[in-house]
Every structure is written in C-alpha cells, then in structure tokens.
C-alpha cells in the first residue's frame, strides 16, 4: 500500500491537489496489487511528459515545463560532454578518417560546438533574470531553503569539479604524464575513459551532480511561483535550448556514425554508439514535448 500510495508523487503537483485524496481513497478501498501499481507509474510517468492542460494556468505550465526542461537539459549537457570527451578530445584516434566521412566529420564537429554554444547562450539569456528574480525575492523573504536551492546551480558543479580534479590529480605520477593505452595497442572505450576521463563512476558522479545542479531552480519555481515577463522570456529560451541541443545531437550522431563506419578504433565497436543515440532521443523527446508545451503557455491568448 505504501509504495502505491508512493506512486502517486510521480504525478503532477496539481493533479495530485485535485485527485489525490479520491485515488487515496479508491486505494484504500481496494486492494492495490502490482497491476495497480504498475498502472499508476506508467500512467504518472505519461503525465509528467504531457500533463492535461486543463490543470494549469499558464504561468504554472511554463514553471512546470521549465523545471522538466531544465533537468532534461542537465544531461543533454552531461551527454554532449561525453561525446566530446570521447571523440573531438580524441584527435590521435580519427588521423586514418580519409574521404566522404573525413570531411563529413569536420562538419559535425563544428555544427556541434556551434549549436552548443547557442543552447548554453539561451540558458543564460533566457534563465539568468529569472533565476535573479527569484533570488531577489527568496532573500528578501528570508527564504533559506529557496536560497539554498538557487544557489545549487553555481556551488555543485564547482564541488564536483574539486572532486573530479582531486580524483584525476591522484592518478598523474609527478610531472611525467601516463601515455594513454591506444599507443601501443588498439583502443577501448573503457580505456579511453579510464586514461582520459576518470573512471566510469566519476562520470556518473558528474550526471548526478548535473541533475542536483538542475533541481535546486526546479524546486524553487515550484516554491516561490513566479509569474511575469521572466517566465515567459524563460520559456521561449528554454524552446530555443533545446532546439539547439536536437541540432547538436544530430551532429553527434552523424560524427559518431562515421567513426564507426570508417572502423576506427574503439568506435568500430559499435554497442556504446546505440545506447548514446538511444538516450539521447529518449530525454530530448522529454525535454521537446515539455518545451512545446511550455512556449505554447506563453503566446498570448488569442483574440476572437
């Protein structure tokens, strides 16, 4: 019984304050076995993707698509600086690429930084008032836990990349750097982590870091409920990002098919680049249908 009444947080917040106390009490009702269970995460988990819009004012469905696109954000961001740790950070690996793919590659490569930059440049243009805004107001208040979680964003990546620095700098010996294993053998994915990037739990450290990061603003629109220009402006940036992350990944994945067409090492390999290609559509289709619904909150009504 409790982990179905649970289930019901994967709900939206204003479901939950018009339907949570009938459901909890259909639950308690009857008994809730693993097929109720199982119908009220997938059913919650559509509604996180595409709540009824009926349930929203327009300003609470943009601070509820922003908090959705944020944290998608976060790891389209993680994900786009694994691709870049494994592919443009590896110019020793792509010296065989010749012809078609070569040329083909280049281009990708620079579709992806430039569409990159463009997301990052919406983010800051599109959330730096809002998120002033909201701090403005939370320290004003005297709103602790809301500064707290504003402040998330800038203390938590610098927390991590202390840690990350500290773990990597652990592994140099003295000044004499550690030659990277693909010289004298043929590459690996898990090599090229482990010698260039840190080991894999580190990197999964810096998408939980990038998710913490992204839910402290989430929590705190939820909170302090902003309304206004800023919520709008926020919005249609948060379109513009991740437009330009879906261009960004569709470079990635044309850089990536070629590294593997081209059976350069460890790429030829192919399993790692489904399963980059795979999430990656997975969270920009979270992060575009919430991002629609979001710019659509903030057109002006039409007039009859």
Do not use: K
């Not at 997938?42 to 922003?66: C, E, F, N, T, V």
């Not at 080991?199 to 309304?227: C, E, T």
Request: with cysteine.
């Amino acid at each position: 019984m409790a982990l179905a009444h649970g289930s019901l947080y994967l709900y939206p917040e204003a479901w939950r304050a018009r339907y949570g106390d009938e459901v909890r009490a259909l639950l308690e009702d009857s008994a809730a076995d693993v097929r109720t269970i199982a119908s009220l995460v997938w059913q919650g988990m559509l509604m996180r993707i595409s709540p009824p819009r009926h349930l929203y004012d327009p300003p609470a469905r943009m601070r509820a698509s922003l908090a959705t696109v944020l944290a998608a954000w976060a790891v389209l961001a993680g994900l786009a600086a694994v691709f870049a740790s494994f592919t443009q950070a590896q110019p020793s690996l792509q010296q065989s690429l010749t012809g078609p793919w070569h040329l083909a590659m280049q281009w990708s490569y620079l579709v992806f930084d430039a569409a990159l930059a463009a997301s990052l440049l919406a983010v800051a243009a599109g959330g730096l008032p809002l998120w002033l805004l909201m701090l403005g107001r939370a320290c004003r208040q005297h709103r602790r836990r809301e500064i707290a979680w504003l402040l998330a964003p800038a203390v938590v990546p610098v927390l991590y990349l202390g840690v990350a620095s500290a773990i990597l700098g652990a592994g140099r010996h003295g000044d004499v750097p550690v030659p990277p294993p693909y010289i004298h053998a043929a590459p690996s994915f898990a090599g090229l982590a482990t010698n260039n990037i840190g080991p894999w739990w580190l990197m999964v450290l810096g998408f939980a870091a990038a998710l913490i990061a992204a839910a402290g603003p989430g929590l705190a629109l939820r909170s302090l409920r902003p309304r206004g220009r800023s919520v709008t402006l926020a919005s249609w940036a948060a379109g513009i990002a991740v437009a330009a992350m879906g261009l960004a990944g569709a470079a990635s994945t044309v850089a990536a098919t070629g590294l593997y067409a081209s059976a350069v090492d460890p790429y030829r390999h192919g399993w790692p680049i489904p399963v980059y290609v795979l999430l990656l559509l997975a969270v920009l289709a979270a992060a575009g249908s919430s991002a629609a619904r979001g710019v659509r909150a903030a057109r002006p009504p039409a007039v009859a």
